[in-house]
Nanobody
Framework: QVQLVESGGGLAQAGGSLRLSCAAS????????MGWYRQAPGKQRELVAT???????VYADSVKGRFTISRDNAKNTVHLQMNSLKPEDTAVYYC?????????WGQGTQVTVSS
């Protein structure tokens, strides 16, 4: 059974930092593109950052220079280091693993940034 379990969310003040982690199990994730997405109340889910099997990264313009995605294939984990947090970063953050046609999602972790 494929599982993605996020952790590390919580409450942070504006300007602060949080580190999200996603632990994956049930398949060989080193062959998957991994990513983080987020969904704020009343908004659609949006891309935050992705990292390919070759460690190429893509970031949403809104988080460039503040967030860093990384992966540890030996531990089947992907991380999102979030610095200089802003209130508009408040959302549920979801971990994603993708290798066509498979597309897996975690349950999400809440990140709340207070001003």
């Amino acid at each position: 059974q494929v599982q993605l379990v996020e952790s590390g969310g919580g409450l942070a003040q504006a300007g602060g930092s949080l580190r999200l982690s996603c632990a994956a199990s049930g398949r060989i994730f080193s062959r998957d593109a991994m990513g983080w997405y987020r969904q704020a109340p009343g908004k659609q889910r949006e891309l935050v950052a992705t990292i390919t099997t070759g460690y190429n990264t893509v970031y949403a313009d809104s988080v460039k220079g503040r967030f860093t995605i990384s992966r540890d294939n030996a531990k089947n984990t992907v991380h999102l280091q979030m610095n200089s947090l802003k209130p508009e970063d408040t959302a549920v953050y979801y971990c994603n693993a993708r290798r066509w046609p498979a597309d897996y999602w975690g349950q999400g972790t809440q990140v709340t940034v207070s001003s």
